[in-house]
């Protein structure tokens, strides 16, 4: 069974930093995309980040627009644990963080769709005050 644990959420002041983690198990796949989602109070979830593989040493990564330049998403295979490191937050990066994870490759034209993902993570509070 197919298991997505975040955990790192908490409250921080504009400008400060958090660090997410998502412990993935049940996961066994070379090729694999692990993405983050955020749902923000009042908008529809919308895609942060995601990395993803076709043979599970090749990794790429992509990110929102919102979000580039201040949040990066690396993994540790050994750990089967994804991380989104948030630098420079803003208020407006207040909500609900949520990994998802599929057993195929995403691209530039898709990652961001929701859709793709099979598996989710009940999601950690990320509060971002003023």
């Known amino acids: 069974e197919v298991q997505l644990v975040e955990s790192g959420g908490g409250l921080v002041q504009a400008g400060g930093s958090l660090r997410l983690s998502c412990a993935v198990t049940g996961f066994a796949h070379d090729d694999h995309t692990i993405g983050w989602f955020r749902r923000v109070p009042g908008k529809e979830r919308e895609a942060i980040s995601c990395?993803?593989?076709?043979?599970?040493?090749?990794?790429?990564?992509y990110y929102a627009d919102a979000v580039k330049g201040r949040f990066t998403i690396s993994g540790d295979n050994a750990r089967n644990t994804v991380y989104l490191q948030m630098n420079s937050l803003k208020p407006e990066d207040t909500g609900v963080y949520y990994c998802?994870?599929?057993?195929?490759?995403?691209?530039?034209?898709?990652?961001?769709?929701?859709?793709?993902?099979?598996?989710w993570g009940q999601g950690t509070q990320v509060t971002v005050s003023s």
């Open positions: 990395i993803s593989s076709t043979d599970g040493s090749t990794y790429y990564t």
């Open positions: 998802a994870a599929d057993w195929t490759p995403a691209g530039d034209d898709d990652w961001d769709d929701d859709s793709l993902y099979e598996y």
